[in-house]
């Protein structure tokens, strides 16, 4: 009976870049383009909760945001891939 390590063969060591503080500040800039906005940091709070969210349930939520500008950042934040948006072609949704 062989052992383990002679069946199965480790991967090899991936190589990491290297991080400088200005390579580290560089992402933290593009992390805060991506939540620039008066409102985009409550709407993801709000969507990263236990359950799926409606328009109409985050507009409730956010009583003090206008529509229009609920609707341009919902619009924005799916745009860069934080939010996804799931049409149901019925309402209620089944």
Do not use: C, N
Not at 26 to 32: D, I, M, Q, S
Not at 51 to 56: C, K, T, V
Not at 83 to 93: A, D, G, N, Q, T
């Amino acid at each position: 009976m062989t052992s383990t390590d002679k069946k199965v063969g480790y991967l090899p060591e991936s190589v990491r870049p290297e991080y400088t503080p200005l390579s580290a500040a560089e992402g933290v800039e593009a992390a805060l383009r991506v939540l620039e906005g008066r409102w985009k940091i409550l709407i993801l709070f709000h969507l990263f909760g236990e359950r799926l969210m409606r328009f109409s349930d985050l507009e409730r939520a956010i009583p003090t945001v206008s529509q229009k500008m609920l609707i341009q950042q919902l619009r924005k934040l799916e745009a860069d891939g934080l939010v996804r948006r799931i049409v149901h072609p019925e309402v209620p949704p089944r």
